[in-house]
Nanobody, 119 residues
Framework: QVQLVESGGGLVQPGGSLRLSCAAS????????MGWYRQAPGKHRELVAG???????NYADSVKGRFTISRDNAKNTVYLQMNILKPEDTAVYYC?????????????WGQGNQVTVSS
């Protein structure tokens, strides 16, 4: 089992910055991928950014050049640095991890963090 504890989030004005963190703990052999998804009211959850244990990254087109995902494998922690925030970025942000356990691979989710970008 994997537990994901998120921190960060909050209210910022347009153009501001925010940093999200997500720490994984529990019993697992390997976490292949960690990433961030977001879900705005009335919309489907969408991928924001992901990163593999080897450091390969991918981003949603809407956040390229503004958001940066990073990972500390020793701490099993993933970060999302969000810059030049826009009102359209307002959503609940969820941490995700795909982990190899003793018998299977499985996705785990954090509790979610509200990010609100408003004047």
């Amino acid at each position: 089992q994997v537990q994901l504890v998120e921190s960060g989030g909050g209210l910022v004005q347009p153009g501001g910055s925010l940093r999200l963190s997500c720490a994984a703990s529990g019993s697992f052999f390997r976490i292949y991928v960690m990433g961030w998804y977001r879900q705005a009211p009335g919309k489907h959850r969408e991928l924001v950014a992901g990163i593999t244990s080897g450091g390969n990254t991918n981003y949603a087109d809407s956040v390229k050049g503004r958001f940066t995902i990073s990972r500390d494998n020793a701490k099993n922690t993933v970060y999302l640095q969000m810059n030049i925030l826009k009102p359209e970025d307002t959503a609940v942000y969820y941490c995700n991890a795909r982990a190899l356990l003793a018998t299977s691979e499985k996705d785990y989710w954090g509790q979610g963090n509200q990010v609100t970008v408003s004047s």
